[in-house]
């Protein structure tokens, strides 16, 4: 089945930096790449997705890339503010249509 | 505003005593999903509903089962509640199987 690494576990950023995550995913059919984000006790909640047909995504400070050769796509914030701590999940839409998550990714941006 | 609701929010039941969390929803969504997520881990997929299909993991212990009565609600029903399954319990919806899951607020589930 699907498998999805999901790197750094944590990651501690000035504010006003870049901050960026990567995953990489297992089964070359995988078509569908969402991004959560989770604050400390609420609800995952999509923040950026993106599709096999397309190699990246923006959406203001947020954006997507994919490398469907490597298998791997990756998450870029930049110019990082406070409230963008949080915890970030990766996932890929596995064979079954189900999604399958990274282990998620600890942000921390320090004022 | 359409949403997925979850209630109650938490949940304290003790040790081998079955308790029911339920998800409502009013995205009028075909597909149920429940999670289970432990501190900060990736949540995991327990089961989901497709209408009236249902679909388990092939993990999910026997102890949870589930329900969907109607389209906008869905039942996780857990049989006798270990200490390992005190967690928080995602439940999320989407429009068909791979596309964007909405998720609720959860409910956080102490077991004594």
């Known amino acids: 089945g699907e498998n999805v690494e999901q790197h750094p576990s944590t990651l501690s950023v000035q504010e006003g930096d870049s901050a960026v995550i990567k995953c990489t995913y297992s089964?070359?059919?995988?078509?569908?790449f969402p991004w959560y984000k989770q604050e400390l006790g609420k609800r995952p909640q999509l923040i950026i997705d993106?599709?096999?047909?397309?190699g990246e995504k923006k959406d203001q400070r947020i954006a997507v890339t994919l490398n469907k050769t490597a298998k791997h796509f990756s998450l870029h914030i930049t110019e990082t503010q406070p409230e963008d701590s949080a915890v970030y999940f990766c996932?890929?839409?596995?064979?079954?249509?189900?999604?399958?998550f990274g282990g998620g990714t600890r942000l921390m941006v320090k004022p | 505003d359409a949403m997925v609701i979850q209630n109650p929010r938490y949940q304290v039941t003790q040790f081998g005593k079955p308790v029911t969390l339920s998800c409502s929803q009013t995205?009028?969504?075909?597909?149920m999903y429940w999670y289970q997520q432990k501190s900060s881990q990736a949540p995991k997929l327990l089961f989901h509903?497709?209408?009236?299909?249902?679909?388990n993991e092939a993990d999910t212990p026997d102890n949870f089962q589930s329900r969907r009565p109607n389209t906008s609600f869905c039942f996780l029903d857990i049989r006798s509640p270990g200490l390992g399954d005190a967690a928080m319990y995602l439940c999320?919806?989407?429009?068909?199987?791979?596309?964007?899951?909405?998720f609720g607020p959860g409910t956080r589930l102490t077991v004594l």
């Open positions: 999320a919806t989407s429009r068909v199987t791979g596309n964007e899951q909405f």
């Open positions: 089964d070359s059919a995988s078509n569908y």
């Open positions: 993106i599709r096999s047909n397309v």
């Open positions: 996932a890929a839409k596995n064979a079954g249509n189900m999604l399958t």
């Open positions: 995205l009028n969504h075909n597909v």
């Open positions: 509903y497709y209408d009236k299909d249902f679909n």
